[in-house]
């Protein structure tokens, strides 16, 4: 009776553990607009669909290995939470990378989501990547990866290895490889447009490059966004889709 009940508490242990970290970083989920409350409720409900499923296969776990057992999965869940984030955070940088370009870099808004103070243009691709992410149905795609974790990576099998460690540090050159793409075809075009306007200004010194160049970028950056816009899903969804894969590269590496 005691090996059953020590068996039931460490499955849910495991199971809300790995669920929670993912909660706390994964995109969406994450979102600070969405109450404490409803996110606790979000983890308890994941937790008990997943249980049933996956506790016959997790191994009972003695109490004296528990203090390991959360550091691990709560690690591993952040992990998942964080590599699914990366395309949201390339999103953001080449966001504030356009707003200096066209000039919008002295308006910023409170986003709701980080609580600090942001350039429309981020805001602007945040919100636009996040009506991709649902309209695509990536949250279901992160729920179905936290759910297949447990049959890839066991819990209490993860080993933060100097590998994973790199992994994760790799995530930052990824999110700035993402956001100059994303950013690609805007920054082209004003950095282009900065090149004629100097070349113009050599030319002929009396023309008023000072007041039109910032109206000219900013116009031309509108224009070229509203242009690669209608791209933007297909885009996404091959970066959604790489996230997902990153994470099963994740778990590879801390088996």
Known sequence: M????????????????????LMLFAPFFSNASIPPRIKAVLVIAITTVLYPVYSPHLPAVAI???????????????ALGVATNIVFEAAQMAGQVLSVQMGYSLVNILDPNTQVDSTVVAFLHQSLALLIFLGLDVHHWILRAVAHSFEYLPPGSATL??????????EGAIVMELGIQIAAPVL??????????????????????????????SMLGVMVLAGTMRYWPH??????????????????LAR
Request: charged letters at 10%; aromatic letters at 8%.
């Open 2 to 21: 005691e090996i059953s009940f020590a068996h039931i508490i460490s499955s849910i242990l495991v199971i809300g553990l790995r669920v929670s970290g």
């Open 64 to 78: 004296s290995n528990w203090p390991l057992l959360v550091a691990s999965e709560t690690v591993v869940g952040v």
């Open 161 to 170: 290895n100097p590998m994973f460690v790199q992994a994760l540090l790799h």
């Open 188 to 217: 082209s075009a004003t950095l282009l447009t900065d090149m004629v306007l100097g070349l113009l200004g050599k030319a002929s010194p009396q023309m008023p490059l000072m007041l039109m160049g910032p109206a000219v970028k």
């Open 235 to 252: 885009l996404f969804e091959k970066y959604f889709s790489e996230s997902i894969v990153y994470t099963e590269h994740l778990l590879h």
